[in-house]
């Protein structure tokens, strides 16, 4: 089985734009975890989507959204960037809802200028 | 809420010796899991080992392994045979048990260089 794969891996974006990284499971992968990585936060999470619908969010702003499609895929969007969201965003995958393991993408390298 | 200590910002070992690394917890759940997570330069986060709250016995993955204290809400893991391909920045992270998802929790890391 192919791992999990992110899209872009590298990004570079102004302050006040917007960006939509996505998140390709495992196949039959139903849950999608998204999460940043900074040096000073160390690693957060931001949400999950499972079957199409958000399960759990973390303690981020508004700006951060995201989706997920009937394929499972994800897309998490940043609007209006600020420089602090430079960061790795992680988004890792899990078979259905009785299961614990985590399987993580390589990331998407975010720098914002 | 739930959080996950690691005291141990850096630590280094010499090649083929065992090394242990400390993770400290606090929640309110009876049952959850427990892991350590790998991330070597490459940035890829890997599974190292997990463990199930509701299970008594220590975990073990080849050479490694977990001193799990449910009561004291500690859990360590030991590297044994350590090897230069094991220098990494090392995760410890809860997860609420079965249905609550795909959160987890992270501490803030412990570095880790195997020298030769």
């Known amino acids: 089985k192919a791992g999990v794969t992110q899209t872009p891996r590298y990004l570079i974006k102004t302050r006040g734009q917007q960006v939509t990284l996505s998140c390709s499971p495992i196949?039959?992968?139903?849950?999608v975890s998204w999460y940043q990585q900074t040096p000073g936060q160390g690693l957060q999470f931001l949400f999950e989507?499972?079957?199409?619908?958000?399960?759990n969010k973390g303690n981020f702003p508004g700006r951060f959204s995201g989706r997920q499609f009937s394929n499972s895929r994800s897309e998490m969007n940043v609007s209006t960037l600020e420089l602090g969201d430079s960061a790795l965003y992680l988004c890792?995958?899990?078979?259905?809802?009785?299961?614990?393991?985590?399987?993580f993408g390589p990331g998407t390298r975010l720098t914002v200028l | 809420a739930q959080t996950v200590t690691q005291s141990q910002p850096e630590m280094s070992v010499q090649e083929a010796e065992t090394v242990t690394l400390s993770c400290t917890y606090d929640?309110?759940?009876?049952?959850?899991?427990l892991f350590w997570y790998k991330q070597p330069p490459s940035r890829q986060m890997i599974l190292v080992i997990r463990q199930e709250a509701y299970k008594q016995q220590n975990a073990t993955e080849n050479r490694f392994s977990v001193n799990f204290q449910k009561a004291a809400k500690s859990f360590s893991l030991k590297i044994s045979d350590s090897q230069l391909g094991d220098t990494a920045m090392y995760f410890c992270?809860?997860?609420?048990?079965?249905f609550g998802g795909g959160k987890l929790i992270f501490g803030q890391g412990t570095e880790l260089s195997v020298k030769p």
């Open positions: 890792a995958s899990m078979d259905r809802a009785g299961e614990n393991e985590q399987f």
């Open positions: 992270a809860f997860m609420k048990h079965a």
């Open positions: 989507y499972f079957s199409e619908t958000q399960r």
């Open positions: 929640t309110s759940e009876n049952n959850y899991y």
């Open positions: 196949s039959g992968h139903r849950s």
